[in-house]
């Protein structure tokens, strides 16, 4: 009896450990039956000539072309390649689709879209791109297609979801340009939140919270102003009023959070090198795989390194194009407004202006849903009036009947006409002239180039307001709040070879101007690089790539003098006072301080303000890029030790004062990092806390797809960026997304670098083979200059006969 157990269990033990080996080798054999080959030769029809395609070690492809449309169209067909399944949910979120492949969990996403338009208005925009732009489109969506209808495997995602792509259309590749611009505008998510503020602490509250310059901030160009200056503003009378209950975040499997990015350029009198030495990180939300597809475009009229959307034809966020380079940072600039329609009592589809009621264009949509059954219908209803769409259906936070205005809803809004013109500009003048066209997006635009140049553009289509600012809904019945026009782009901040010899962006103000109306800019990034800037008269390239590393908190340097005043009597906090003195003030991975002191900040701005706005309120700030917002507002008033927000209006009795706020916090602080962490302060080390876990849009249900977690220094204020979720302490969430060095003394050094990896099917080498170089703050050689010399050729063949 024991012998046959004994064979019993062998042969169950070698029957497990086979089921296993063939478990795993299916598994293997799954996931990697979609990775493309880098090497031989691919026949496909549509193209007109030979196309080469040299790929480095990091999947970054180099494509060579002889004339335009084979360039966009194998640029088409090589992102797919890699990026189908990302293309597919970045046009589908556009359309408003996302549901007919995800199901229920993206209906709000879904009607969300519809209700905006952006798809609608992508193909307004196709019909009235330039010539050369339609051109790219049309080829590039060739291109996509060309994978579509070859591809053998696809991408796993699609066999997992019992789904496959359609057909690509041009005005798919227009909606991600839409998508980019929508998500840098900032004004769409900070309006709301001050209405909501209005709701609930009242206009007087509201008041002292609108945007503050302090005095001498750091601009990018021109003279600094000697006096803070703040938003003024009248309010009208009453108004109506929203939910105040907590703003349930939108599900949605592309990124839409903006955040803080920087670009800094030292013209050739500051450098070593005696050229121009240009850096540029956008900072946005992680994802796999990652927003940015690294690539090299080579034609007649093209020779473009940088980042590009997938989906998208030409180089997007960063780039350099043999003459020039560029890189984008979030402009914050105030172009949405919001207002209030008044509906006729006697008919629904009609609104209230000074010559009587007109009719709301009306649109009727049908959002598909996919069930286990097929697909369930929510037939939705789109109005628009004269001021835009109605979006307080869509978007939380509003009063009802409130209706958008975004520049970009209105028509043309050119953003991807005007960067393909920047991929072509061979001097300052022409990229300007390529970003005139540009209505939608509010961003910095940093440049430098061969001849020695360096300048910037600010770009943001000002409205010009009948009645000023309008930092919340307004009436939009008498039209006395309407825009009569925007400011001419020749108006907009703009500098070229400054004396100083630099300019650098974190957001902050790019000049000094009376039309930023509702703009919360950020200095303490800029402070910072000031201090850096002037440690030396000349830099060397590595000297630059420090600089784009550091984590050095400006903010840490205003508040530790404030701590150590105010705590000076707490013998109980002695210990963590005296940590906080002796800190060199770096968010290093190896600083127990960097981690208090992330937590006191986090407890100040709740403890702060969360009586008079609110808990729900304090939580949204604390969400996306808003966490800076608390902060303007700690650092407007803590000169003075008492006053309007000190005071915690729940202890009627007590007066509490700044101090009071503090010694509160370090304490809540504390007694934080002590229960999650214990009492060893080096449990509490930056790098052991602050980790970033970078998923995939399944990742929810395939957690085996997510990637990380990793350690990271920085924190939201640092110029070396790692933005951390306040619900889920010290969670990153957002930091360099994509970064490029440019020394033009020498193009041959220039690196570049996009976390995980440049390709989405997991398994591939280059799913996350760039993921721990980045957390190092590490970037690759671009290879812009001998990508000739690459090993890795497959070719792009038109048929044989064609």
Same mark, same amino acid.
């Given at each position: ?23 795993? +080798? ?7 039956? &979609? ?23 990091? +999947? ?104 496959? &792509? ?16 929508? #998500? ?13 503020? $209005? ?10 919270? @609108? ?12 003279? @600094?102003?000697?006096?803070?200056? +703040?938003?003024?503003?009248?309010? &009208? ?6 939910? =105040? ?6 599900? $949605? ?73 560029? *890189? ?149 019945? *008498? ?11 020749? =108006? ?98 190896? $600083? ?47 000169? +003075? ?31 934080? @990092? ?101 957390? #190092? ?13 690459? =090993? ?11």
């Amino acid at each position: 009896m024991r012998q046959q157990s004994r064979r019993w269990m062998k042969i169950t033990g070698i029957a497990i450990l086979s089921i296993m080996v063939l478990a795993t +080798a299916a598994f293997q054999i799954f996931f990697r039956l &979609p990775i493309p080959s880098y090497t031989g030769s691919i026949d496909l029809p549509g193209l007109k000539k030979p196309v080469e395609v040299k790929t480095d070690k990091h +999947a970054i492809p180099h494509i060579f072309a002889k004339n335009h449309e084979d360039l966009f169209f194998a640029q088409g067909y090589i992102t797919a390649r890699e990026r189908m399944f990302q293309m597919d949910l970045t046009r589908l979120a556009g359309r408003g689709e996302l549901s007919e492949l995800l199901g229920e969990k993206t209906v709000r996403t879904d009607r969300y879209f519809r209700t905006l338009g952006l798809y609608r208005a992508a193909e307004s925009e196709y019909e009235h791109l330039t010539p050369e732009a339609k051109m790219a489109v049309d080829a590039y969506t060739r291109g996509v297609n060309a994978y579509i209808s070859t591809v053998k495997h696809l991408p796993r995602e699609y066999v997992i979801l019992g789904a496959k &792509p359609q057909e690509w259309k041009p005005a798919d590749s227009i909606v991600g340009a839409l998508l980019m611009s929508y #998500r840098l505008v900032s004004p769409r998510s900070i309006k709301p939140l001050l209405y909501q503020i $209005s709701v609930h602490a009242g206009p007087e509250a509201l008041k002292k919270l @609108l945007p503050w310059t302090p005095a001498f901030a750091p601009v990018i160009s021109g003279d @600094l102003n000697p006096f803070p200056s +703040a938003l003024e503003f009248n309010f &009208p009378g009453s108004l109506p009023k929203a939910t =105040e209950a907590a703003i349930v975040p939108m599900y $949605s499997p592309i990124p839409l959070r903006m955040r803080a990015s920087n670009w800094m350029i030292l013209s050739g009198s500051r450098t070593t090198t005696e050229k121009p030495i240009f850096a540029g990180s956008p900072d946005l939300e992680a994802s796999i795989p990652s927003l940015f597809y690294m690539i090299h475009l080579k034609g007649p009229s093209y020779d473009v390194i940088g980042g590009s959307i997938a989906g998208m034809p030409g180089v997007h966020a960063l780039g350099f194009n043999g003459k020039m380079a560029w *890189s984008i940072t979030v402009g914050n600039g105030d172009n949405v407004d919001f207002f209030i329609e008044t509906p006729n009592p006697d008919n629904d589809d009609q609104y209230l202006t000074e010559s009587g009621y007109k009719d709301f264009v009306v649109i009727n949509e049908t959002i598909r849903i996919k069930s286990k059954g097929g697909f369930n219908e929510e037939k939705i209803k789109i109005k628009i009036s004269r001021h835009g769409p109605v979006v307080s259906d869509v978007m939380q936070g509003l009063p009802d009947h409130c209706t958008m205005l975004w520049p970009a809803l209105m028509g043309r809004d050119g953003t991807l006409s005007g960067l393909l013109g920047v991929n072509r500009a061979s001097s300052f003048e022409e990229f300007r002239e390529a970003l005139s066209t540009i209505r939608g997006a509010s961003v910095h635009i940093g440049y430098a180039d061969v001849n020695g140049n360096i300048g910037y553009q600010y770009l943001t289509t000002f409205p010009m307001r009948k009645s000023g600012e309008n930092p919340l809904p307004m009436p939009g019945k *008498s039209g006395r709040h309407d825009w009569t026009g925007f400011i001419p782009f020749e =108006e907009h901040p703009f500098a070229l070879n400054p004396e100083k010899g630099y300019l650098a962006s974190f957001n902050q103000m790019p000049a000094v101007g009376n039309y930023y109306g509702t703009s919360y800019f950020l200095f303490e990034r800029a402070y910072r690089f000031e201090e850096l800037i002037r440690e030396k008269e000349k830099f060397t390239p590595d000297d630059v790539r420090r600089l784009q590393n550091d984590t050095g908190s400006h903010v840490a340097q205003i508040f530790i003098p404030l701590i150590s005043s105010a705590c000076s009597a707490e013998s109980s906090l002695a210990p963590h006072i005296a940590m906080l003195a002796k800190w060199d003030r770096f968010i290093g991975l190896g $600083s127990p301080e960097a981690t208090l002191f992330n937590s006191f900040i986090t407890h100040l701005i709740r403890n702060t303000f969360e009586d008079q706005l609110g808990k729900h309120m304090v939580d949204e700030l604390f969400s996306d890029l808003h966490v800076s917002i608390p902060l303007q507002w700690l650092i407007r008033y803590m000169d +003075a030790n008492t006053g309007f927000f000190w005071d915690d209006i729940r202890t009627e009795s007590t007066a509490e004062t700044r101090d009071d706020m503090i010694v509160k916090s370090m304490r809540d602080a504390v007694h934080e @990092l002590q229960g999650r962490y214990g009492k060893n302060a080096d449990a509490w080390s930056w790098g052991k806390v602050h980790k970033m876990k970078i998923k995939h849009p399944l990742g929810s249900v395939l957690p085996f797809l997510n990637l990380g977690p990793y350690s990271y220094p920085g924190d939201d204020f640092t110029i070396h960026a790692g933005w951390w979720k306040r619900d889920n302490p010290f969670e990153m969430y957002s930091g360099a997304a994509i970064r490029i060095i440019v020394d033009m003394a020498d193009l041959s050094a220039m690196t570049i670098m996009s976390p995980p990896g440049q390709s989405g099917h997991f398994l591939s080498p280059h799913y996350s083979d760039l993921g721990k170089p980045w957390a #190092r703050g590490e970037q690759v050689p671009a290879h812009y200059t001998s990508a000739k010399q690459l =090993e890795n050729l497959l070719m792009l063949m038109p048929p044989h006969g064609q």
